[in-house]
């Protein structure tokens, strides 16, 4: 017997729940790429990307996942034997690192922990230590959705700038983007990269790049350049070129109806919702914590995302007997742990299209399976997300 009939609840950190009006802004028949109306969708959809971004810089549209948009942002900026300085937290900063060894550069990871945030010091020291300036470019992904950790973007972009140092700052925002404050130029970010899965509420397929004054300086002599991502063949006069082929005009329509939804909805309240709905399910499993049960891999509160939380199990239970009861037997899909922590977490995504009865069904979900697994923990979970609802989200 299950109670899993009915729309399934998808709580992974991507590909997130999308729209009804992005699913229905594709059913419609393909347009003229080389029309007029193309050319409209195609600025349009790039100055509302900027304005995401929050930079005066160039932003760019690629056919191709987060993966795709870091090997172009590498591409277009890097030679073969730079090095770049990787800032670990979690799985994906040094992921992006593997994809810039692989290509040519030469790589250094800063070593972090998978249960806390990037240190600017440590950062600072290291760039201190470098007085020939080896290094060309600093990466760090602004949420790991690994460790469920957000790193202070702001903060470690100070840290470049105060040592005077002129590597470029190169930010993963793929896991951020349209959920949480973003602000390239202001924090002196050159390059920044995101995808159309996550907080943008669009199918997997596009992939996206920021590029401010320093990064298309660097972009002249660099020697990774291919022709695909090359941001010189995209600037072109050529509007086929924005592409570098055939665009995927129906992952655009979709684009464009979500990027309006969180125009209709207001960023500033795009960003409250998230920041709601993630305490709401934090101070849930702060109420489950128990030392056999479970608790949080990000050890300081300040550190944990708006976006996913990772939820670390005791090793005497397995995550996977509570995903798989979350599924088959309510309708509900966690995330999978990943990496260096993947027997031992289970992931809850809270971005993009999510709304209070999905967050909170979701978390009633889970505490269903830690009793029906008999997995321990503290009782009264729903009750903290529900009692900080109602005292933060006031009557109209």
Not at 196 to 205: I, V
């Amino acid at each position: 017997m299950t109670v899993a009939a009915g729309r399934t609840f998808l709580a992974i950190p991507g590909p997130t729940t999308m729209p009804d009006e992005v699913l229905a802004a594709m059913h419609r028949p393909a347009i003229d790429i080389y029309s007029q109306e193309m050319i409209e969708l195609t600025c349009g959809l790039l100055d509302d990307l900027s304005r995401l971004f929050a930079t005066q810089g160039r932003s760019y549209i690629y056919v191709a996942n987060g993966h795709g948009a870091w090997e172009a942002a590498l591409s277009n900026v890097l030679s073969r034997g730079d090095l770049v300085l990787v800032l670990e937290s979690g799985r994906f900063a040094a992921k992006w690192g593997v994809a810039a060894n692989l290509m040519g550069a030469e790589t250094e990871l800063l070593a972090g922990s998978w249960h806390s945030a990037v240190r600017p010091d440590s950062l600072a020291e290291r760039l201190a230590a470098d007085t020939t300036h080896r290094i060309k470019a600093v990466l760090v992904a602004q949420v790991d959705t690994a460790s469920g950790v957000c790193n202070d973007i702001e903060a470690i972009g100070k840290a470049i700038q105060q040592a005077r140092h002129p590597a470029l700052y190169m930010v993963d925002a793929v896991a951020s983007l349209g959920c949480i404050p973003f602000a390239m130029d202001q924090w002196g970010i050159d390059v920044a990269v995101a995808a159309s899965q996550k907080g943008l509420m669009t199918p997997p397929g596009l992939g996206f790049v920021a590029a401010g004054p320093r990064a298309l300086k660097a972009h002249q002599s660099a020697g990774l350049r291919t022709p695909y991502w090359d941001w010189s063949d995209r600037d072109s006069d050529q509007h086929y070129n924005k592409y570098g082929g055939t665009a995927p005009i129906h992952l655009l329509f979709a684009l464009r109806r979500a990027l309006d939804m969180i125009a209709e909805e207001g960023l500033d309240n795009v960003f409250q919702r998230h920041r709601l709905l993630a305490e709401a399910t934090r101070r849930t499993i702060a109420a489950w914590a128990h030392a056999d049960g479970l608790g949080f891999n990000i050890t300081e509160a300040a550190e944990r995302s708006d976006t996913v939380t990772t939820i670390t199990m005791a090793a005497s239970h397995d995550p996977a007997r509570l995903r798989s009861y979350c599924k088959d037997q309510c309708g509900v899909i966690l995330g999978t742990g990943l990496g260096d922590i993947q027997h031992n977490t289970f992931r809850i995504a809270h971005m993009g299209h999510i709304n209070a009865p999905m967050a909170l069904g979701t978390l009633a979900v889970i505490e269903t399976a830690l009793k029906a697994l008999k997995i321990p923990h503290q009782d009264a979970g729903m009750a903290a997300a529900i009692s900080y609802l109602a005292a933060t989200v006031p009557a109209a």
